[in-house]
């Protein structure tokens, strides 16, 4: 048995906190958990799926997060406990039930735990999901350790049975992948039967006599808010400085204000219910200071709210200084560290401070060994071979086309890796929806050829309406499906396509030239390994009208490693190689730029790296000289 | 490092490619992965570093040699001339799959069958491209490329690659445009006297200039003409039609519309018979279905005579005033190319 499905507590386990937050799930009675992959949100499906093969529990890979909370809704209307988990970038896609579920209320508790990610660092925005809860009206809790977040999540599906509304919990990149010791709850026994009472209707009408319920919802609890050892406060009673800080950005100033012996004249109020904001404590930690900094991941949300509270307290507690975003003192953009908040409160209390934050430890050490490095495809990656057949029929056409892209490792064609063919990507199946736009601007004399391209799982998850728009609308549209079987850029999670579950169970992958074919597309199927062919197809379909998909179809180099890795052991053969000369000029490692093929400076050549090249073979049809030579593998 | 070589491939791309002056010979396709040849043009895949050039070196728009390799400047308009005859294959077959007389399909196959060469790079149909550059060994491979294409399709980027691949003695049927390339092939550093030792029959094809493809396609597309184009062909004057035969049969257009289809390279080309090959071959004035042909070299010479010796051509001689006409038009071409590189050069002023 999984240790994080121990039934029994008061285990010391160590834990990344996302898995924290998938034992606080256990050990809250949860029964039914869906989610959609994303960093870093995506290590808390996977750990509740090995936690299924123990419990009596569901959990699924949905095709979205927006499909994966209306499931957990269902859970829940059913009265059973539910979680539905995504990156920030989902809960976008999840808003628009969300605000109406906020209204028809829940039954079972339901949560809905976003990681957000400070900086982008994978991502395409750094959004800030807390947003959502004022914008729905329901609770947010932020846990600040992997210990709070298992307790938060725990504690979550109380609340929202409590209250019988949806619990918003956010955790960052940071919290989500850190590792600490974790003390364990009890697992209960969880027998609950699924029964939807059919005298209880969820729906949002009538909508104002819903809303009024909603914010009746929202003062219980602030109530229980009231009370929380979520919230707790550290340093004087009358600090210089207060710092109102919350989730993980709480750990960079508690760590800050100790390293630089601020204890006696900085306080740290920690909230970890943030909306609705708990007005009582936030009433006697502000009458007890005039100076007020806020440290928090991503936007000003505490910031804001606390200001608008203070503005209401005035009478009572008197005109505050207020140092946060608005004021200049925290960065608008990018992640905050421990360092950014030495430096911060440095300056506040004229500390003179050197900088040993991990940055310039790194710096330091590394300064001279690492070079800079780009993003990059993996050795043997399909997207490479897609790529560059891409780019050879955009350049044979030479109509100046280019490349709608969308999200995953396909991302990366926006860089030299995939020979900067991308310029435009945004959201999970936006390129189809900017390439049906482009497919109708002919009328007004555009005549630039434009290629989209999406991932299997992608075109699963927000895909298909785009390419129903473009048939429906009969938008000239070439869509390349680069499907590499796997959703490869979040860790090889199962989708429609694949075969299987979350949970293994065998089921009819969903046929992708089938549905195509079904909307009226014309499809035809190419192989990314076999660039030249591939080239001359995207470049006939490029001369057609109408919509046209062409199913790019090899699997993820990773996981074909995995399944018994590529045929070949491949050599530059230096007799042939001729490296910077004319005739060549360094093209494999300088244009075609596979990891797996280095340039000798000294032997003037190309080699292969024999510890990273994976023996896809490819490079050998993009070597002038045939220098690049394939042994079959014994 | 500069991208690319402003000195190399930078001064290609100034000097032909952006000023539209590129006649898709193919020479410098092959050579390396930046330029490319596909239905219908030849493209800069990427840029290139490399400080040698041989794609500048051998591009017959460049004014990369101080003057022409062979540099024969002749005062007839039709270059060095051994024998100027007319001539018709007796293979009917031959002739039936021909533009006109099959005279370079018929020297073509007998320099096969009798391994004067090993194979030959030809220009097939291309379908469903625009045509290419093909190496063929065999009878039926030559008869497939026969037929005037009105482009030089890129053929010699199959030249670079034979040559790649280590063959030899090969036979190169081009447009002037393309024998002008052999010959530069030949001073190209470091390695074009390895290369061109690997050409041994040049065969060249009268030209007055040659059609930009890919508007021809659209031209053609815009008319419902269905894919593929079987053959096309431009009557000699004062007809001012263009034919175009599909499965469907023949269908005319005025050569009006055409012109202006005109590769803008070959308004500088001052070359109609393809001076710098073995042996030249183009359409008899007023007589269908034969070729007018001008050797130039010994192996030109003795290659006309054995197929004729051998009873492979019939022969004949020029009709009266028909050599005149010849010599003619190619000083008008000599004298157009002229004017329009003066124009040029005025207008870059």
New interface residues.
Partial sequence: MNSISEKTGGRELLLQGNEAIARGALEGGVKFCAGYPGNPSSEIIETLIQASHDLPLYVEWSVNEKVALEAAAAASFAGCRALASMKQNGVNVVSDFLTNLALSGTKGGLVLVTCDDPGGISSTNEEDARLFARLAQIPLLEPATPQEALEMTRWAFELSEIIANIVLLRSVSRLSHTRSNVRTGEIPENETKPVFDTSTPFHTFPVVVKDRARYDKLKRAVKLYESSLFNCYQGPDRPEVLIISSGCAWNYAAEAVEILGLGERAGVLKLGTTWPLPKSVLEKHLGSCDRILFVEEIDSFLEDNVKSLGADLNKDIGPKEYMGRASGHIPLCGELSPSVILHILGKLFNISWKDIGYQSKIQELTKDILPPREFGFCPGCPHRGSYYAI??AL??D?RNGFVSGDIGCYSLGLFPTGFSQVKSVHAMGSGLGIASGYGKLDTFGFDQPVITVVGDSTFFHAGLTGLINATFNQSDILLLILDNSATAMTGFQPHPGSGATAMGEPTVPVDIEGICRALGAHVEVGDPYDMENTA?TI??LMQQTGPRVLVMRRKCALVQGRQGGFPYRMRVNPDLCVG????????CT??FRCPGLVWDKGAGKAKIDEVICVGCGICAD?C?Q?AIEREKNP | MDLPNPEGQGRLIAQVIDKGLCVRCGACVGLCPYFNYFDGKVVVMDLCPAGSFRCLQVCPRAGYHETSPIGGETSNGIGVCSEILMARSTDEAVRKSSQYGGVVSALLIYALEKEMISSAVLTDAGDPFAPKGRMVNRRSEVLDCAGSRYSASGSLSALNRAIKKGHSRLGVVGLPCQMAALARMRLMQPDGKERSQAVSLKIGLFCTWAIDYPRLKAYLDRQKVESPVLKSDIPPPPSEIFRVKTQGGWRDFPLSDIRPMVQKGCSLCEDMTAEESDISVGTAEGREGWNTVITRTDTGSQLLKRLIVEGWLETDDLPGGSLDHLKEAARNKRDRARQAEIDRSTENE
């Avoid at chain 1, 910077?580 to 093209?587: F, M, N």
């Fill in positions: 780019k050879t350049t044979w030479e001359q470049y006939r910077e000369a004319c005739g060549c000029g360094r093209y300088r244009v993009i002038p045939e």
